[in-house]
């Protein structure tokens, strides 16, 4: 079993909509909880960090984490052909240790 | 922001010369990695670091070896490359946050 998982997708929706990612990880004792954006050719950027269960907004981008499931999402709202990219979920450990998905491609169609 | 420095950032190399790939931080940041990426696949950890002359080999096997001699630079160097050697490596760092930031990249392909 993987640390993190992840739909590789690919996950279409139209501009405007709300695309929903989601991830799930395996060992209970994750700590932190991130998601990361890469666009074709270049590397990870931080978009949220998730600590707490529960939601967490920035701006169009709002995680959610439920450490009992396991499971943590990324909803973007109002959704732009600039969100077009892979998004990666990572969860830290204990021990400074970072596991990722292997991203959900996510398409937004003008 | 991320402040994490990576070159050269795109390097085409012949098989079998030494080449070393920089990275550095001028945030004083003890812990920092070492991923490869291949276009569209996972991230792989090949190295680490959670201070000087510290080092780690991480999950993935790698021919690359590293060193920390200064907080500031973390170089991966490869003695001999090779075509299979052809990647992206990402360099990252631990923020005072506990956020893992990502340098550029260094985008190597190996003839």
């Known amino acids: 079993q993987k640390e993190v998982e992840q739909n590789s997708g690919p996950l279409s929706v139209p501009e405007g909509a709300i695309a929903s990612l989601n991830c799930t990880y395996s060992?209970?004792?994750?700590?932190?909880f991130f998601w990361y954006r890469q666009y074709s050719g270049k590397s990870p950027e931080l978009i949220m960090s998730?600590?707490?269960?529960g939601d967490k907004e920035d701006g169009r981008f709002t995680a959610q984490l439920n450490k009992a499931s396991q499971y943590v999402s990324l909803l973007i709202r109002d959704s732009q052909p600039s969100d077009s990219a892979t998004y990666l979920c990572a969860v830290r450990r204990a021990g400074n240790q970072f596991y990722f998905g292997t991203g959900t491609s996510l398409t937004v169609i003008p | 922001e991320a402040d994490i420095y990576q070159t050269p950032r795109y390097l085409v190399i012949g098989t079998g010369k030494k080449i070393t790939l920089e990275c550095s931080q001028t945030?004083?940041?003890?812990?920092m990695y070492w991923y490869q990426q291949d276009p569209g696949m996972e991230l792989h950890l090949i190295h680490y670091s959670y201070g000087v002359n510290s080092t780690e080999k991480g999950d993935l096997s790698s021919e690359s070896t590293v060193s920390r001699i200064r907080t500031e630079h973390f170089p991966l160097t490869l003695e001999s490359a090779r075509p299979s050697h052809t990647s992206q490596y990402l360099c990252a760092s631990i923020h005072d946050t506990g956020e893992l930031f990502f340098g550029e990249g260094s985008r190597l392909t190996v003839l």
């Open positions: 060992d209970r004792v994750s700590q932190s």
């Open positions: 998730i600590y707490s269960n």
């Open positions: 945030m004083g940041h003890d812990k």
